[in-house]
Every structure is written in C-alpha cells, then in structure tokens.
C-alpha cells in the first residue's frame, strides 16, 4: 500500500503559550514545537501497516522551515520520503484553505490511504482530513483506533461518544483520521535519524500549488478565557496548602 | 436570517447536545426564523418531539438510506435540502462525534468552514472556541457570503430564558411539520457501517461515584499511581483518568473521564496533574465541587475549579493525604 501521512508540527504542549501584538495569534520566538500528537498515531499506524503488507509511507507537511524537523523526526522513525509544502501563512487559512494545500500535494501521488490526525492540539479545528477526503472524492472515516487491510479495502475500529466502538468497511483509496491511542508509538533509532537524512524530502512552495481561495472564517482575536469560577488558589508550601484545602472541603465546601 | 438547526438523535430520542444547539440557535434568530431538521428512516416520532420546542417548522429528511448514520447519506441529505430551502444564513449542530465526521465536508462542498466546537456566541455575531488545548480563546467570525455552519460544544449553551427557554413552542399548538425526500443512490454511500459494541463489560461505575481522584499526565510514570491511588483511598473515592493514561495503559480505558470516556458529576472531582483540556472538562464539569492540583497556574482546569493548588504534585499529593488521614483522627 501506497500510504501518505499528513502531519502538523505543533507547539510543544508543555511550552508557555503567549499572545503576539495585535492578538491574532501566538508569540512563536520562544516556541518548541513537537509532532502533533494525533499525527504521530496516524504515522504509527502507517508504519505497521507498511510492515505488515509492505509500500510505502510519505510524510506530508505543510508550514514554514521549522517544520523541517518535525518532518526529519517522521523520516527518522521510518517515514520513507517526505513532501514539504513551504508556506508561512498556514495560521492566516482557515480548515478549507489548509486542506486545499494538503490535498493539492497528495492527489498527484495517487495514494492507497490518506492517514491523519484527527485534529491539531494548536487550533484544533479537527477538519483538515474530512475536507481533504472531500476535496479528493475519496471517502472517509473518523476517530479511528486501528486499520485492517481486508481483500475489498479497509476494516477500520472507529472511536464513538461514551466508550462506545463500531467497525466500519470502506473501500480504498479512502481518507482516515486517526485518534491517539490506538497503538504504542515508537521512538526514532540512531540508525534510523542517520538514514533520515538521506532520505528523499521534496520542497514544494505553496504558491506553486493552486490552492487559492479566500477564507469564509478568519480568526479575529485571540483572548485569555475568562474563568468559568472564582478559584481560591490556596497558598503556602505543599503542606501548609494541602492542610488548609482539607478545612475548606470538610467546612466550606462539605464535601468531605 | 433563516437558522437550519440539525438535531442528532439517540436511541429514537433527540439528544441532550441538540438542544443545546438549540439555544444556540437562539442566540441567531428568532424561534419563527429556526426549521429543525430530524434525519433517518423512520422520523415521525422525532419530529413530533422536536415541534414541541420553540421553532418555526419542523422539517423530516427521510431516506430508507438514512436508517443509519454514514457521512456520505448525510452530507447528500442536507446539501439537498439547504438547495431547496431557499436563503439559509445559519447551520447550527451539536458539536458530537458524528457531526465532526461530516460536517466539514458539507462545509466544504458548498464552498464554506464550520466553525466548530463553538462555546459562546457574542455580538456580531462572532465565535469563540478554544485554542491551544483550552489555554486560550479565538473569536472567528464567518465572512464569505451563502450558509454560515456552526457546532456547539456539549454544556456550552443554555436555554436563553429572556425569549421563554426551550420547553414550550413558539405558538399555541407545535411547530408544523413537513417532509423532505432527498434523492440518494446505494451506489453514494461508500462506507458500511457496523453496529456500535463497547469493549468489555463495565466494572467500574463512575458516573455514581460521590468523590473521584482522576489523574493526568503530570503523574509521568505509571509507578507514580501509588500515590495518587493512596490519596483516592484515603478520600474514599474512586480512582479516573485522562485520556493519556488510559491511553499508555496505565488504567483501564473504563476509567477515563470526557468525551470519549465517561461524563461524571461527583460532589467532589479532585484532579491531579490534568491540564484540562476541552475533551476532558466536558466530562466532569458538572461536579459540585472541583478541586485542581497542577503546577502550570494557566492550565484550564484552574478555569473549572473551586481550590486550587499550583505545586508539584509529587508533593502536594502525599501531603493532602497526610492532611486527610491527620483530620480523620
């Protein structure tokens, strides 16, 4: 199988997130970034099925040169060639706009399988693999766990509300986006970020791509949420604060 | 300024989520401007519930290859629907699993986004969702021309009581009632869908648990439970997670908390090294008392919670549990 991997680098959850001037997006200076962590599972996924019947995986990504590394790391876990769409405005397009680059790079390939996230843990619009299968009249499946190759195409494990699963069939060339925790994902080897770079990693511009289209939704302003509750934040060192919240969950709170 | 308002249904009921739609709706247009639309084989009973709610009509989109849920039978359905129905502003659904699996299509088709996942409507109107895993806010506002969609976040939106809440119609009697036909080919519909099956049998009931420790990925090991599962028994209460936990296999799937786990309303929810990520703060946002230990002082969960504390928690934990076992002497 014929397999392409759509990747988002991310920044990396547990760096301080901070308003930029003018409060249309992030303050990225600072940043680490990191693989989007659903796009890792995706990846995953692609790897064991290129293990397990064999093709190819290509790794597709859209955003500035940072996201070269982001890319090396998918290379280096076993990724076998990579196609970077180079395009600074990827937080000015709304999903439509994204999905229109990403689709745009991956119809000449004529993949057997589309993989990815099933949504991005920076804007989280959870769209971009639904509109791409649209874009490339292929057909879809959700929050999926765990992708089987069957003699008529797909037998995937889809992720529903409450702990519920349902099994879905679908023809291929098909579109997935796949939810975490569906595999255990794997670390690069030093053999493996070695080969990484000889690997093949296409640059494509995005202007070249026509992809164009104006936005419908545009991001206007990005806030600080506004408390849902008052939270009294009890001070002191771990002892002197875990003494005072057991007073006030047993006389304030009754809780206890 | 028509509002399309899409209800889900479950189990032969409308959802809960959809009338939370429906208050969103309302924040749009005027009951008389809202149709709401039940999709399926079968519909007579759902759109007879839903014409008790404050909306203009009802209209039934009925399809034998509607009797169970695939993208490509809805997408079909209501793009042909929004053809006929003449100028519609607004699209409005529950932000569930099955919207998020084809409404961006829909969107899409007809040239437009969704904006999803919505919690708050504000004058204009623009859009607020959560960013960077709730650490911050966006406010999107639609600006192309034709049908505007929009989902809204589960336990986001009540029923505005300033135009006479949800409960009642909008006239005397219910709202009227039409039927729409799409035409749709076996041949369209690309996936087969199987029935929905839970992994294995439940043994542990959260939802009726009174105190629940639920656990994140601040714990970084999975030898570091102990100690949050002492704090648990110290409390008397039941031990959950976050998806991350249940993920690595730390706990069992059944004991993880939101949307893809189970939505738990306890007097008291103590969590532990959880950011609180949207997926996680729908499923236990409804608890009476919510106490948060986190050592980011802006991770959400301080957005949701009654106490804090900002500490690690490799002290803090074992030193509420000290404090516990001191008080009950």
């Known amino acids: 199988m014929k397999i392409i991997v759509a990747i988002k680098q991310v920044p990396d959850r547990d760096t301080p997130v901070r308003i930029a001037p003018g409060a249309n997006w992030i303050e990225e200076g600072d940043l680490q970034w990191a693989m989007n962590e659903p796009d890792a599972y995706a990846l995953e996924e692609a790897l064991l099925l290129k293990e397990q019947a064999g093709g190819e995986v290509i790794v597709v990504s859209a955003g500035p040169e940072r996201v070269g590394s982001t890319i090396r790391e998918a290379l280096a876990k076993g990724a076998d060639r990579a196609i970077h769409i180079l395009c600074d405005d990827l937080n000015g397009r709304d999903a439509l706009g994204a999905a229109r680059l990403l689709a745009a790079a991956i119809k000449p390939e004529n993949p057997d399988l589309v993989l990815t996230g099933l949504q991005s843990e ?135 | 300024m028509n509002v399309l308002l899409v209800l889900e249904e479950s189990d032969g009921k409308i959802k809960r989520a959809s009338w939370e739609a429906l208050a969103a709706a309302q924040r749009l247009g005027p009951a008389e401007s809202i149709t709401a ?27 034998p290859l509607l009797a169970q849920y695939t993208a490509d039978g809805f997408s079909a359905a209501i793009e042909q629907l929004l053809q006929n129905q003449g100028a519609t502003k607004w ?41 960077m895993q709730g650490r911050l806010n966006g406010t999107y506002r639609h600006s192309g021309n034709g049908p505007c969609f929009v989902s809204v976040q589960a336990g986001a939106f009540r029923p505005d009581t300033s135009v006479g809440g949800i ?49 994140g990925r601040g714990i970084k090991e999975a030898q570091n439970l102990l100690m949050v599962q002492e704090l648990a028994t110290a409390l008397g209460a039941e031990l959950a997670a976050s998806r991350p936990i249940c993920d690595n296999g730390w706990l069992p799937m059944e004991r993880q908390v939101g949307s893809s786990g189970q939505t738990v309303a306890p007097r008291l929810y103590l969590a532990v090294g959880i950011s609180g990520a949207i997926q996680h703060l729908v499923g236990m946002k409804g608890s009476q008392c919510i106490v948060a230990i986190n050592k980011d002082p802006d991770a959400p969960i301080f957005e949701v919670a009654d106490y804090g504390i900002v500490g690690d928690l490799f002290e803090v934990v074992p030193a509420l549990t000290e404090a516990l076992k001191a008080a009950k002497q």
Not at chain 1, 222 to 249: D, F, H, N, W, Y
Not at chain 2, 102 to 127: C, H, K, N
Not at chain 2, 177 to 183: A, G, L, Q, S, V
């Open chain 1, 122 to 256: 920076d804007v989280g619009l959870g769209q971009t693999g639904v509109i791409a299968a649209e874009l490339l009249g292929l057909p879809h499946a959700t929050m999926i766990l765990h992708v089987e190759k069957t003699d008529a195409g797909l037998k995937v494990k889809r992720e529903l509300e409450e702990g519920w699963f349902q099994s879905i069939e679908l023809p291929t060339p098909a579109v997935l986006t796949v939810q975490s925790g569906g595999n255990k994902l794997r670390y690069a080897t030093l053999m493996g970020i070695k080969r990484a770079k000889t690997k093949e990693l296409r640059v494509v511009n995005a202007a070249e791509i026509d992809a164009d289209g104006a936005p419908t939704v545009v991001l206007e302003q990005i806030s600080a949420p506004k408390k849902q509750k008052s939270t009294q934040i009890l001070p002191g060192s771990a002892k002197e604060a875990a003494v005072a919240l057991v007073e006030r969950l047993k006389t304030e709170a009754r809780v206890l």
């Open chain 2, 37 to 63: 639309v039940v999709i399926g084989a079968q519909t007579e009973a759902l759109a007879a519930e839903a014409a008790t709610k404050p909306v203009g009509k009802v209209v039934r989109v009925e399809h």
């Open chain 2, 91 to 131: 699209v409005v659904f529950p932000h569930t699993y099955q919207v998020r699996d084809y409404a961006p299509a829909l969107a899409s088709r007809m040239g437009q986004v969704l904006i999803g996942d919505v919690v708050a409507i504000e004058d204009g109107p623009t859009f607020v969702r959560q960013l």
């Open chain 2, 167 to 215: 409960d009642s119609p909008a006239n005397a009697g219910p709202a009227p009632i039409t039927t729409f036909t799409p035409t749709i080919d076996a041949a369209q519909i690309r996936t087969k869908p199987g029935a929905p099956f839970r992994a294995s049998a439940q043994t542990v009931d959260l939802g009726s648990a009174q105190r629940i420790v639920s656990v």
